[in-house]
């Protein structure tokens, strides 16, 4: 529903179909992203953002919380990219300070966006109010964002046709045409392939083959379940991202239920005995069932008339939310692709596309692959495995300097090629600074900088506390007089 709405809208006079299968129901799991994807629907798409709060009614999501690493209780892992700020009143970037006070846990207050974590808070207070800002993402029951999907495809002008997929006409590298169950036979000049991890189109009529990311992430499989929010439970303003014996658990806050996730891996342990260990951990779960996933990503995305988004071309654990991130991304490229060559592209335009969606995925999986290589909170064999045997691949690069010098910020463009700007160099050094990976470079602060840090930290905690909570900030922004700020998510794209 997302590709045919961002073609329908970006593309209006293409026509676009959906076929959706009745049998096949909805993923329902509590849905995190990243700040991507409201500033796809609410900037790129248009989308009215107090229309789809008031429809969809997401919480937001300031970042993720890690019980992760060996030295913290915890460290905030906030959408805001804290290592590239200046303190105020100095020259020194926040990461000189941040480097050193591994263990205290002050770190937590290295920025407004964590500092608000902290609290516990969502926004903070000016004199007018409750001051929204856009590095947030969202937290969102699934069943009800496909509802709304579906209904806002319908208006925007796209054909929703129910069937079941039959079978595939090949047609040189690409399709002819699908043939539904029923006898109908339905050609197009473009076929996404948005069918999850059955990859209908991509995977089993032409064959394209997965590349997987096995030697990197070790888990594949999730239980998942949830329950019920107690009247007057806070609502958290972050995914909780807890080391378990075999994996890790997510936590996700919705106003009426809260998500809770195992995902491990099948080889240290079997599913009866994950379910154990997460019900003996957080004993309010109700029924659970189990998800099982592959990580990889097919070797090319697009071939010949077929495109794959979302979990058709690749998926990666759900550790840093990226799912929707991903597919957003893959669709602007596409329209891109689309708009500048007048729905005419060339093979050259093709490639060009598949490189960039091979690099994102690529990117995650090295990004991921640094929470479980330094991840020292447990010693368990699954623990020891990832510590020992974690292929880093082009994150290697990124490590080995920072254990050199420490949590800088010189080398950015040498490190990380420019279209690898998902996470940047200061969300690699959060994470590395926040699990205590220690590095070499002497503390460099001098008196005045130690003062200057203590009080901005002080500063952000002060702030923090006189915050907005979601409950009260929500209400706010759903109000139909509220006019949201010119450019609030940024320009169109």
């Known amino acids: 529903m997302l590709a045919a709405i961002t073609l329908r809208v970006r593309l209006p006079h293409l026509g676009v179909r959906v076929l959706r299968s009745p049998a096949l129901g909805v993923i329902g799991v509590g849905e995190g992203s990243t700040p991507d994807f409201p500033r796809h629907l609410h900037s790129y798409l248009g989308i009215d953002p107090g229309e789809f709060l008031r429809k969809v009614r997401p919480s937001w999501k300031l970042g993720i919380r890690f019980e992760w690493g060996s030295r913290l209780d915890h460290f ?49 207070r000016n004199e007018q109010g409750v001051q ?54 339905l050609e197009a000049d473009l076929f996404l392939d948005a069918s999850g991890f059955r990859a209908e189109l991509i995977g089993k009529a032409l064959g394209e083959p997965l590349v997987s990311y096995r030697d990197s992430l070790f888990c594949d499989r999730a239980l998942v379940g949830g329950w019920d929010r107690e009247p007057g439970d806070p609502i958290l303003p972050y995914t909780t991202a807890t080391t378990m014996d075999h994996g890790w658990c997510w936590r ?58 979302g979990n058709a071309a690749g998926f990666v654990e759900p550790l840093e939310a990226t799912s929707l991130l991903v597919i ?20 050259g335009l093709r490639e060009t596309c ?9 990117e995650i999986r090295d990004f991921l692959a640094v929470h479980y290589r330094f991840n020292g909170r447990k010693e368990t064999p699954f623990w020891r495995a990832c510590r020992a045997d974690t292929a880093l691949h082009a994150a290697e690069a990124v490590v080995t300097f920072y254990r050199e010098n420490g949590p800088s910020m010189l080398a950015a463009a040498e490190l990380l090629r420019p279209r690898q700007a998902i996470f940047g160099l200061p969300g690699y050094l959060n994470l590395l600074v926040g699990q205590g990976v220690p590095h070499r470079r002497g503390d460099l602060r001098t008196p005045a900088m130690a003062r200057l840090w203590e009080r901005y930290s002080a500063d952000n905690a002060a702030a923090a506390a006189r915050g907005a909570t979601i409950e009260e900030a929500f209400p706010l922004a759903c109000d139909p007089s509220f006019r949201w700020p010119r450019g609030f998510y940024g320009g169109a794209g």
């Open 252 to 309: 996700i806050d919705h106003h009426d239920r809260v998500h809770r996730g195992y995902v491990f891996s099948s080889a240290f342990v079997s599913d009866a005995e994950a379910e154990r260990e997460l019900r003996a951990f957080e004993p309010r779960m109700g029924p659970m069932r189990v998800v099982p996933f592959v990580s990889g990503r097919r070797r090319r995305q697009w071939v010949g008339n077929v495109f794959a988004v």
């Open 354 to 362: 598949n490189r960039f969606c091979a690099d994102a995925w690529d």
């Open 132 to 185: 929204l800002h856009a590095a947030t993402g969202y937290h969102i029951e699934n069943g009800d964002l496909v509802a709304w999907l579906e209904s806002h495809a319908a208006a925007v002008g796209v054909e929703i046709l129910d069937g079941d997929l039959g079978e595939a006409e090949p047609d040189g590298e690409g399709l002819a045409a699908i043939r539904t169950t029923d006898g109908r036979r």
């Open 328 to 347: 957003c991304n893959e669709l602007r490229n596409l329209a891109g692709v689309l708009a500048d060559s007048g729905c005419a592209p060339t093979p």
């Open 76 to 124: 905030n892992y906030g959408f805001h990219p804290a290592f590239a700020d200046r303190l105020r009143d100095a020259e020194t970037p926040a990461g000189a300070g941040l480097g050193y006070v591994i263990g205290d846990e002050r770190y937590n207050y290295h920025d407004r966006v964590s500092s608000l974590m902290e609290a516990g808070k969502a926004f903070g």
